[in-house]
T-cell receptor
Framework: NAGVTQTPKFRVLKTGQSMTLLCAQD?????MYWYRQDPGMGLRLIHY???????AKGEVPDGYNVSRLKKQNFLLGLESAAPSQTSVYFC????????????FGSGTRLTVV | SQQGEEDPQALSIQEGENATMNCSYK?????LQWYRQNSGRGLVHLIL?????REKHSGRLRVTLDTSKKSSSLLITASRAADTASYFC?????????FGTGTRLQVFP
């Protein structure tokens, strides 16, 4: 039982490049989330999904897109990376919304130069 | 920002001492949760307290909630070096959790 798996774990991008971060969960969870973590800022919600085929914006969605084509996968895309998107990205999931504890992935450390 | 705030931002104690962290939040809630994050790792859920509860215990953890003051506290008793981590509170907001800025706890052997 892998839980929540994020790939890649590390990535360095040049400004203007694009990439996709993958989050996969094997717990049959409905809700999935993408957060970014910056020093002194805690975790800020980028986008989330309450079920297959649905997505919604969080607190800091600009510059990111997401897709939830399959229930187990939640993809986060950066179309044109900027240095301000240098951060650690965390994916989380839960069965029925924030009535219980989230399961987090181990994070993706992204540097944009 | 919807984020809650935690204080202190950083806390250093000796093994065996108790550690108390406080969380303040801004909106009405159904529940408040606490998470731990070891350096370089993802967050791990510790405990959840519902809005109609005032206190909850789990092992060496004690959480209190005061909805009238929109605040919560996490007490770790008899701390250990392994408790060294960042601790975050999170409140529910419809379909999502809003996280606080965290407290960095250092426990010295």
């Amino acid at each position: 039982n892998a839980g929540v798996t994020q790939t890649p774990k590390f990535r360095v991008l040049k400004t203007g490049q694009s990439m996709t971060l993958l989050c996969a969960q094997d717990m049959n969870h409905e809700y999935m989330y993408w957060y970014r973590q910056d020093p002194g800022m805690g975790l800020r919600l980028i986008h989330y999904s309450v079920g297959e085929g649905t997505t919604a914006k969080g607190e800091v969605p600009d510059g990111y897109n997401v897709s939830r084509l399959k229930k187990q996968n939640f993809l986060l895309g950066l179309e044109s990376a900027a240095p301000s998107q240098t951060s650690v990205y965390f994916c989380a999931s839960i069965k029925g919304g924030p009535k219980g504890g989230y399961t987090f992935g181990s994070g993706t450390r992204l540097t944009v130069v | 920002s919807q984020q809650g705030e935690e204080d202190p931002q950083a806390l250093s104690i000796q093994e065996g001492e108790n550690a108390t962290m406080n969380c303040s939040y801004k909106t009405s809630i159904n529940n408040l949760q606490w998470y731990r994050q070891n350096s370089g790792r993802g967050l791990v859920h510790l405990i959840l307290i519902r809005s109609n509860e005032r206190e909850k215990h789990s092992g060496r953890l004690r959480v209190t909630l005061d909805t009238s003051k929109k605040s919560s506290s996490l007490l770790i008793t008899a701390s250990r070096a392994a408790d060294t981590a960042s601790y975050f509170c999170a409140t529910d907001d419809t379909d999502k959790l809003i996280f606080g800025t965290g407290t960095r706890l250092q426990v010295f052997p």
